[in-house]
């Protein structure tokens, strides 16, 4: 190499070096593009001296030397600026930060409506001596009809669309088995509740739901009568709604109760004029109840001589709808929690964007 083309290298080193000075953003970033563009260079420059005719190393030598400190200073420069900068942003993101602004508003959880009446129901029954029990959502042909007077032959098969599964189980239409489930664990006398969720093959709409919750009631004594499903349905109902809820009785037929009822209550959506919930009757089925049938009995294991009792199948569902002014079911499946207000878990949910309207008392 000779003099000429030495010097053109320096020069181009420094060039090269001093137009990336701008496109660095942190001081790492320009201290690894001076490692890169400078001293790796340089030092190489340095061995090429040797390779220079002894008479162009003085000169040579010189220039390195120059373009050496001017580099240094001008990364040096560059660090300190960039150091300057970055304290500079910081202060002007602290000077916009106001840690006295409220944070953002986290909404408190709240009971599912179902959720909130099932766990009144519990409280009302509990206090009345009833033990809360459960049963599988997947149940047998026996449980779900056969003991409860149900043939495989039985027209009442057909208001219960059922969905069966393939191993020959079904998903249980109501929570009616676990009034056999019960006899046959613990025999008579005996006090049950047995909230939980059932499945229908049903179509979809305002007021009618393929998975939907039920709580069923026993009550198995010695003399147990008419008399006494009536009055504690009506102190359930009282309870559930702190008040007298308007109620109608009217003769249900249930293969597993004998006489069997339709307990109805005033719709409280429209406060007993017509909406589509209650499909303009003004009434909303509730709670169908019953003696229960001698032949659920045997099927329990209990000796319809010696014992009676009665049955109902409270809808949790209903009821949920009923107590909050849901006007339709849809919602309490979707898990779409726009318009619902939570609110203190003592008060229980309250259901925004659907009209509550008070029935006079
Ligand atoms: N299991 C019945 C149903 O879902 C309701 C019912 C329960 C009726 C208990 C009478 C007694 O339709």
Redesign the pocket.
């Known amino acids: 190499m000779n003099l000429d083309a030495f010097l053109q290298h320096v020069k181009d080193i420094e060039r090269d070096a001093v137009v990336e000075i701008p496109n660095c953003r942190t001081v790492d970033a320009l201290r690894a593009l001076e490692a890169r563009h400078v001293k790796a260079p340089l030092a190489e420059g340095l061995k090429q001296l040797k390779t220079l005719p002894a008479e162009a190393r003085a000169e040579a030598g010189k220039a390195l030397n120059e373009a050496k400190q001017r580099l240094t200073q001008r990364f040096d420069a560059a660090i300190d600026d960039l150091k300057q900068r970055l304290i500079a942003d910081e202060r002007a993101v602290a000077a916009t930060y106001d840690p006295t602004i409220p944070g953002p508003v986290v909404p408190r959880g709240a009971l599912h409506p179902v959720t909130a009446v099932q766990w009144e129901v519990e409280r009302v029954m509990t206090g009345l001596g009833f033990t809360v029990v459960g049963g599988p959502e997947m149940e047998t042909d026996f449980h779900n009809f056969e003991a409860?007077n149900i043939p495989a032959t039985h027209p009442a098969r057909d208001?219960?669309d059922t969905f069966w599964l393939t191993n020959g189980w079904l998903l249980r239409?109501?929570?009616?088995p676990c009034?056999v489930r019960a006899m046959l664990t613990y025999g008579a006398p005996l006090r049950v509740i047995a909230p939980g969720r059932?499945f229908r093959y049903e179509t979809i709409d305002a007021s009618h739901e393929n998975t939907f919750f039920?709580v069923?009631?026993?009550l198995i004594d010695h003399g147990i009568s008419i008399a006494h499903l009536i009055a504690v349905m009506r102190l359930l109902l009282r309870e559930l709604f702190q008040r007298d809820v308007k109620v109608r009785l009217r003769p249900?037929f249930?293969p597993?109760?004998e006489p069997?009822?339709e307990l109805d209550m005033s719709c409280e959506i429209c406060a007993g004029t017509g909406c589509p919930t209650c499909k303009q009757s003004g009434w909303v089925e509730i709670l169908?109840?019953?003696m229960?049938h001698p032949n659920v009995l045997r099927y329990g294991n209990i000796d319809p001589h010696e014992f009676t009792g009665?049955?109902?199948?409270l809808?949790l569902t209903r009821l949920a709808m009923m107590k909050y002014g849901i006007a339709d079911i849809r919602i309490l499946n979707s898990g779409d929690l726009r318009g619902i207000v939570p609110q203190n878990r003592l008060t229980g949910p309250q259901i925004g964007g659907c009209s509550v309207r008070k029935n006079p008392a």
């Open positions: 409860l208001t219960m239409t109501h929570t009616s009034q059932c039920q069923e009631g026993l249900g249930f597993f109760v069997g009822f169908p109840c019953g229960v009665f049955a109902f199948g809808g």
